[in-house]
């Protein structure tokens, strides 16, 4: 059952997504609320499904990551089984940090993160180009990253009395 959100339902989650590690004491302050009611707010937000996951974003430059980059995808085979194997195979591949099927040329869009070219080649041409489902793959290097964000635009969301 989808839970209606009202304008303090989504302060909420727009701060939250920007903060995953606040409280609701902290969220109170920014929300205008009483801690309590943040709190219980806050816990009913997961439970009906609106909060996936909290996570930490990482620096990909202090951990040595310096390659970005998208891989368009065109796969041999639409079957079932084909594209649960792909599935199956693009999970175990940590460099692969999402994967969308499209509509369109490509089958399926990579967002791919190592350390450099050279690896970046190497899980190309070892892991990606040798897999059995992978009839073509076209990869566009990163060269500055302009805007990077994980905040869902809230304004969208379905509101009470809407």
């Known amino acids: 059952m989808t839970r209606e959100l009202d304008s303090y339902d989504l302060r909420i989650l727009a701060y939250w997504q920007e903060h995953g590690d606040i409280g609701p004491v902290d969220m109170s302050e920014r929300v205008h609320l009483s801690a309590s009611q943040c709190s219980r707010r806050m816990q009913q937000l997961r439970q009906a499904g ?3 996951r909290v996570a930490g974003v990482l620096d990909a430059e202090k951990l040595g990551i310096g390659v970005s980059a998208y891989v368009l995808v065109t796969l041999r085979s639409h079957e079932a089984g084909w594209l649960e194997t792909f ?3 693009i ?3 940590d460099e692969v940090l999402e994967c969308q099927a499209l509509t369109g040329e490509a089958d399926i869009i990579l967002k791919v993160a190592t ?3 050279a690896s970046f080649n190497k ?3 070892r892991e990606l180009l040798t897999a059995p489902e992978v ?3 076209r990869s ?3 060269l500055e990253n302009l805007k990077s964000t994980t905040a869902l635009p809230v304004r969208f969301a379905r509101r009470s009395g809407s």
């Open 135 to 137: 009839a073509t793959a």
């Open 87 to 89: 599935h199956q195979r």
């Open 50 to 52: 609106y909060v996936a």
């Open 140 to 142: 566009s290097i990163v």
């Open 115 to 117: 350390c450099d070219l």
């Open 91 to 93: 999970d175990a591949m």
């Open 123 to 125: 899980f190309l041409v």
